[in-house]
């Protein structure tokens, strides 16, 4: 299977290499249009990546293994993140964490085995205030609780 | 307490990140004339204000912006929107509530530079604030506020590494290297983006250029102290009832901060401790945040550093081996993994103060995590070292019986 | 640019202006132990080890990011800063296990080294803390790596970057769980191997060398690779087990900054297989061994014979020396002699670095001596010959003519083949594709031993002279002029 860009990041991809001065400054947002189209980085994107930025694909996969976000293998279909970090912490983010591995089944770095959710705690969201704070599918849900979360969840599978 | 609000003016405004209402309540109505004016009058002003940049470090935002003199051109300005800071959550607000602020900021900033284009990184995990960026940066081009005659901006987004927001670290992550600092040069210069002389600074001390120009370097000066002078969005998080930023003039105690602005400790309890500006700023005990002042020598006189300014608040029912054992693993995370002392140094002690946590030490735990702290601080390549330093030594000066 | 004075401990030295603080001590022979600084790779600063204290400044600085300056005065050895370098080596080695007795960089390891220099401590690593990572990893090329002995110091990977420029090499992951990976096959572009020299610890080791000695055994001579015109300097390390033969164990790279830097190619540093295997060892006549006193005898009844036309080829593998008694063989007994040349090119060899096309190592000495490369005349002269004698060169004859062979390996159309010495078991010089004089010397004994091409042919004219550098000194001058003070 080979890797394409869709239109719209193609053009966008397009736009973005007069803004550059070298097109090794693209593997991020290379990196990010592969992993939005396929959900993680394939083989076969990080072949695309490599040759659009004139590296070799193990220097791109080097810069991608730098940065947490990305994914070199296969997620569910939803990421749950769960910020662990001390604000988020001190109010109640462990309890979450608990709640989730109990009813998903998994522990943290997992997916279930329907693939439908990948369970993971992170580091600091920036959402202090809105501790404690759960990202589903990138989007910030502020001040959980297991009952709001076993909604959330609910939501987000149907 | 009235002043000015240099950066949160207009977010009380319905839909003030849209260019219709940010243009309705003042935006880009003097950008004409101050791009006419000469660059260096500009950045005179910036230095007359006594502005010190807003991402942590509070080094004078007009020395920095010296560095670039007799610099070749190209030069570039690098907006650091990597807030990723535990405790810290300003610059996003700027973002959500005013974008349109932050690229005017750009835009003077680049006229005052004279730098052709603007690049602001932005963390991954902000794709909500990218996106509403991204869009006042669309709406901005197509009225021509940004284009042909103006510099370009690009948002950039990073994917997941406190590290970048280290300005070195993020000109590397932007240069599409593996985000890890650069070796400090030996005598003050500008920062190099692809070789060309480049200046980085934070989202908030950008936004803030537009309010000094507008007003005037005294109108800055006015407000906060002699030697912390302006505002600074403070953050409030952990054990408080109204978490939240506030702009707020340096200088302000923190309890009165933390009463006023956050509402007070949690259902009543007693304070504890406060980290005041982000992680790895040192951790104070209660009796040292009593007299303790917002700005950057009040905190260094109360023991820790203004950092951020984002301050974590600790109820009296918090152990703090267990803040300590969740701050080392953000740490042991997040170090870079480039240079020895804190690659090893920080898992090492990670590991050390989780088995203090789980009661499990070894007896020769707390002289090697402190050897560990001493080896790391001062002896790597970033600063990343020496903050996971400060923060253990903190934690053992301030709470020793808590880890005897 | 001008030059500076500075004091380090109790030295005072003078040295450009500039200059990295390691670097001039590495030149003066001062200890500073450091894992990720290598002269021929750009500072790095990574590991941290080489902290000195500098006056005025302080904090320790690394000396391998300070440049020096006039009246500077540097301190390595007061407490504080053996107790600094004492710490970082102790996290150098927080994950690396204590089992330096059956690692095979044990006698060549940077950090077995620094741990005798700075100072023994008790162990305060519990074993649960190390980070367990994955000890056998084979990344082609004949390299294996180690992650749990590797100090992530990025040698490897920076020169893979930076001289290779393959980038094939890389560290994956981030913090304590960085590892040096490759993903793919690791090729390095044909320099793979230089990563186990550069590699300060036992993490990246030769799968062709590895556990095969012990190097404290090892001799090593210092020597010129045969495989192309280069002539990357060499180390070749060999060892006779007790009542064995003496065995080539591995070629590295010797430094030489006018030819190879500290590198040479994976194709040069596999080629003493050759040297070791399949040699001719014993004369023979007509596919059988026989006695030198036999072929000899053979081989004069052929030169006497003025019936019989022979012609003399010879290679450009050989150095000056032999190449020059050819040349006074053949004239002694008025035998045309050609030498050799576009069998050796091959285009495919060469690149942008140290490989070029010629892949033998003295064509430019070859015709330096004046021997006649015309192919024409070659061809011509090969064409009449009814005997040939051949030096090495190994070219297609016609099936009219008879090959008497002198070579290193056996040949399988020859009437008569007499073994000689390979270059790792003697001495001479070649001229490079660069035009530099080079000597190279070899002391690998067979238990037949093996003369010189030199010293054969000084024997079959039996003057005793022809074994004995001095008379080849005097008669290459005599020879090329030119040579005169490049011997």
Known sequence: ?158 | MSHDLVVSARFGIANSHTLIVAQAHGAYTQLSTLLAQPPQSLVQTVIDSGLRGKGGGGAPTGAKWQLLEGQAKPRYLVVNADESEPGTFKDRHIIEHDPHLLIEGILLSCHALEAKAAYIYMRGEYRFWHDRLQSALDEAYGAGILGAHSCDITLHRGAGAYICGEKSALLESLEGYRGQPRLKPHRPEPEWLWGRATIVNNVETIASIPYILYKGAQAYRAMGTKESAGTLLFGLSGHVNRPGVYELPFGMPLLEVIETYGGGIRDGRALKAVIPGGASTPVLTAEQAKNATLSYEGMKLAGSALGTGGMIIMDESTSMVDALDNLLAFYRHESCGQCTPCREGTHWASSIVHDIARRQPRSDALPTLKNIARTINGQTICVFGPAVADVINGFLRNFPQEFA | MSNVTLRIDEHTLTAPKGSLLIQVMLDNGLSIPHFCYHEALEADGNCRMCMVEIEGQKRPQIACNTPIKEGMIVRTTTPSIMQTKRAILELELRNHPVDCPICDQAGECSLQEYYMEVGLYDAHVAKSDKIHKAKHVDLGSHVVLDQERCVLCQRCVRFVHDKAKSADLVVTGRGATSVISAVGAFTGNGYAMNVVDLCPVGALTSSDFRFAQRVWFLQSDASICHGCARGCNIHLDHHAIKGGIDTLYRLRPRKNSAVNGHFMCDTGRISYKSLNENRLLEPHVEGHATSFSHTFSLLRRTLDDKSQTIVALVSPHWSLENLASVKLFCARFEIPLFGAHEASIEPSFADEWLRVADRAPNRAGLELLGIDVSPHARDRALSRAQVVLDFGHDATLSSMSTRYYFGTHPHSDAQMQLPVAAYSEESGHLINCDNIVQHYSGSVKRSEPLLSLHALLGLLVMEGAWATQPFWHATLIDMAPSLEGRL
């Open chain 1, 1 to 158: 299977m080979s890797f394409a860009l869709t239109p719209a990041h193609a053009q966008r991809l397009e736009h973005l290499r007069s803004r550059y001065e070298t097109p090794r400054s693209l593997i991020l947002p290379l990196l990010w249009m592969a992993q939005t189209q396929e959900g993680y980085l394939s083989p076969e994107a990080l072949a695309f990546v490599a040759h659009e930025t004139q590296l070799c694909v193990a220097d791109v996969t080097s810069v991608a293994s730098f940065y947490t976000m990305f994914a070199l293998s296969p997620q569910g279909h939803h990421t749950i993140e769960v910020c662990g970090t001390l604000s988020c912490h001190l109010n109640g983010a462990s309890q979450l964490i608990e709640a989730l591995q109990k009813t998903l089944g998994i522990t943290l770095g997992q997916t279930t085995a329907d693939g439908a959710f990948t369970l993971k705690k992170v580091e600091c969201m920036g959402a202090c205030h809105e501790a404690p704070v759960v990202v589903i599918d990138g989007v910030y849900h502020a001040r959980q609780n297991v009952q709001s979360l076993t909604t959330l969840l609910e939501e987000t599978r149907s």
